[in-house]
């Protein structure tokens, strides 16, 4: 079975700390991603990595950046915490076979509630 | 702005068939419709995907009409373990890669 992993289950922060949010997953998939979720706005795609050192911005990269230095793992930073990053944080991974990135099946991990106050 | 709505929630019985259905306008040429299903404290997990026409397996079918505009999920016979959030998840692609997840239907199933 595919196990995507994140580091915390729940992060509680204060206003103005960096973040770190770690991801590792053992299929040996090329691609990973990050997402938030928030109440009524579904899922959006903060950023996703095709390769080591490959990152790509999804539909809301502000305030986040991302490192993938090994293949199996893509962490998601927050430079400066600020409350509006409250959220549930969800990293997924896929193959990056034919047929684009919405072609292949995700899997996600647990999540984790950050809480920034 | 390219999105895809779904209703907020739905509620059905027991051994009822539920069917979901996904609104996705712009959706390109090569793009694939996926769902998937979140159980509370575990990240969403894939269901079904399709293209066009109607694709079934063992635990859902997806019924896409020709203008694939759109897409139904449908489950068939719902227990209570079915109780869960569906998303749709429609590519809208094109060099981008864009994922665009839907806000999620809520399904609650009653004894």
């Known amino acids: 079975d595919v196990k995507v992993t994140q580091s915390s289950r729940y992060l509680v922060k204060r206003t103005g700390e960096k973040v770190f949010l770690e991801c590792v997953q053992d299929?040996?998939?090329?691609?990973m991603f990050w997402y938030r979720q928030d109440p009524g706005l579904g899922l959006r795609l903060i950023y996703f990595?095709?390769?080591?050192?490959?990152?790509e911005k999804g539909d809301i990269p502000e305030g986040y950046s991302v490192s993938r230095e090994k293949k199996e793992r893509f962490s998601l930073i927050l430079e400066s915490a600020s409350t509006n990053q409250t959220s549930m944080y969800l990293c997924a991974s896929s193959f990056n076979l034919a047929g684009g990135l919405q072609k292949n099946e995700q899997f996600f991990g647990p999540g984790t509630r950050l809480t920034v106050l | 702005l390219a999105k895809t709505t779904q209703p907020i929630s739905m509620d059905s019985y027991e051994g009822q068939e539920v069917n979901i259905t996904c609104s996705h306008n712009?959706?390109?040429?090569?793009?694939?419709i996926t769902w998937y299903q979140q159980f509370p404290s575990q990240g969403p997990r894939f269901i079904i995907q399709g293209y066009k026409t109607k694709v079934t397996n063992e635990v859902a079918s997806l019924f896409i009409p020709a203008d694939r505009k759109s897409s139904t999920l449908s489950l068939p016979r719902v227990s209570l373990s079915d109780t869960a959030v569906y998303y749709c998840l429609v590519g809208y692609g094109g060099a981008t890669n864009k994922l665009i997840f839907g806000t999620g239907t809520l399904l609650a199933v009653q004894p």
């Open positions: 299929m040996d998939h090329e691609n």
């Open positions: 712009n959706i390109a040429t090569n793009d694939y």
């Open positions: 990595s095709y390769d080591v050192k490959m990152k």
